[in-house]
């Protein structure tokens, strides 16, 4: 997504397909918009983008990649791996 469509998506708001998150999201809530998108017709979740729906103007507060994918795949073990 260039900046350009990104401005319109924030501009747009959420939706029952698009979320916003702010950098620091609980890992919890992460997992519950991700479950809430598995069981519906999926969406995305845009990350770094909090109230009032504006990217922060500083890079310091966004989340690391990895660390989000890790934190994502633990949660997310949690509700469909059989113990």
Known sequence: MDAEALRQ????GE???TEFKAAGIHPDDLAAAL???ANTSGGEIIFGAGEPHKLP???AHRNDDKMIRDKI????LNYFVMK
């Open 57 to 59: 103007a500083s890079n």
């Open 9 to 12: 998506r924030l501009r747009a």
């Open 15 to 17: 939706n029952l397909t």
């Open 73 to 76: 795949i633990k949660k997310l």
């Open 35 to 37: 479950v809430a998108f």
